[in-house]
């Protein structure tokens, strides 16, 4: 049996998940209590099937047990992220963002029908559903993104600057997990509440005008699923600032 000691040196702990990094390997071990068995073997999935679609992600090497925990090796992606790099240039951040914006339009430039990908409406209704918005709120949501239309695009549900390594001309992308098949401008409102939630409102609005500017949609558009996606946020999120932000997100446009 593997204990943690063996994965190397510990470079990050964050949402649940201790990060190590030994000889080329990247493996992330997440608790047993906030990650089920199926949650890591399902990013392990996604991952490979993204390898196989093309993308530049880092390849799975293993998913195994240790302890009662449970842990995913991967490739170890030298280079550095777009986050990094916006925080040594920030001159050049409008640079990097626009960057962000043309590798979240190559994702979405795929379809797929890969049943293996859940689909987006589906996930976020769920997570509405868990909201512990009142019944109303929730009803109105629900109705509310039945009635946006249906697409079946790669989404990545999670793409935002530390997500993105850069090395020399090419681009990789890290985390998986929440990758589904569904509507690009859900995507992108997904993206924008994330840069919200980790304190760059700026770097939201500049992605914001930027993403709907290259792919030519409607930002009053894109700002009805921001309020779909805020509210399926409210799940994950404990701190009480940013519940609010999110609680005031929902209610961000007029009802369609």
């Not at 842990?71 to 640079?95: C, V, W």
């Not at 049943?115 to 997570?127: E, Q, R, S, T, V």
Request: contains cysteine; neutral net charge; glycine residues 4%.
């Amino acid at each position: 049996m593997i204990n943690e000691k063996e994965l190397g040196e510990l470079i990050l702990t964050r949402n649940n998940k201790k990060i190590y990094r030994n000889d080329g390997t990247i493996t992330k071990v997440y608790d047993h209590k906030a990650y089920s068995f199926s949650d890591v073997l399902r990013e392990a999935m996604n991952q490979s099937y993204a390898r196989e679609c093309g993308f530049n992600a880092p390849e799975v090497y293993d998913v195994f047990p240790i302890g009662k925990d449970y842990a995913l090796a991967s490739e170890e992606i030298k280079g550095k992220t777009l986050a990094q790099l916006i925080e040594e240039n920030p001159s050049d951040k409008r640079k990097y963002i626009a960057k962000l914006v043309q590798i979240q339009l190559d994702v979405l430039s795929h379809l797929s029908s890969n049943l293996k990908l859940p689909k987006l409406k589906d996930k976020l209704n769920a997570y509405i559903s868990d909201s512990g918005l009142d019944a109303s709120t929730r009803y109105d949501l629900h109705v509310r993104l039945e009635k946006m239309p249906n697409h079946y695009k790669v989404c990545h549900g999670d793409l935002v600057p530390h997500n993105i390594i850069l090395v020399k001309d090419k681009y990789y992308i890290l985390d998986w997990a929440h990758c589904t098949r569904g509507n690009s401008s859900a995507d992108a409102a997904m993206t924008y509440i994330l840069l919200v939630l980790d304190g760059d409102e700026k770097g939201a609005e500049m992605y914001l005008k930027e993403f709907c500017r290259r792919s030519d949609i409607a930002i009053q558009y894109v700002q009805q699923w921001i309020s779909v996606v805020s509210a399926t946020k409210l799940v994950t999120t404990k701190d009480k600032e940013k519940r609010a932000l999110l609680l005031r997100n929902i209610n961000v446009v007029d009802y369609i």
